[in-house]
């Protein structure tokens, strides 16, 4: 089992940055794959980004790729999502996720089995 909080969310405006951060709890955080998906008003839960429980494998969706990093401290039990350039399509509640192993369907909320309670994410013109 595993809970995950994120935070980080805000207010920001056009071409700013934001860094979201998700704390995991338990033992074997390094065990998993960890996403970030978003869901804005009326649309459905979309993939942001993955990093595999190693680190070395990483995927963005086309919409964040360039301006996007996510990354991940296995020593402190928390993955992070750099936010930069923002545009006002970015806004969204943003959610972390997690998989033992998310497969090559990583960009499918059906991959992920543990989810936070997301945080919200604004980015006025």
């Known amino acids: 089992q595993v809970q995950l909080v994120e935070s980080g969310g805000g207010l920001v405006q056009v071409g700013g940055s934001l860094r979201l951060s998700c704390a995991a709890s338990g033992r074997t955080f390094s065990s998993y794959d960890m996403g970030w998906f978003r869901q804005a008003p009326g649309k459905e839960r979309e993939f942001v980004a993955t990093i595999k429980k190693s680190g070395g494998r990483i995927y963005y969706a086309d919409s964040v790729k360039g301006r996007f990093t996510i990354s991940r401290d296995n020593a402190k039990n928390t993955v992070y999502l750099q936010m930069n350039s923002l545009k006002p399509e970015d806004t969204a509640v943003y959610y972390c996720?997690?998989?033992?192993?998310?497969?090559?369907?990583?960009?499918?909320?059906?991959?992920?089995?543990?989810w936070g309670q997301g945080t919200q994410v604004t980015v006025s013109s």
């Open positions: 996720a997690a998989t033992y192993d998310s497969g090559r369907y990583y960009y499918t909320r059906a991959s992920y089995d543990y």
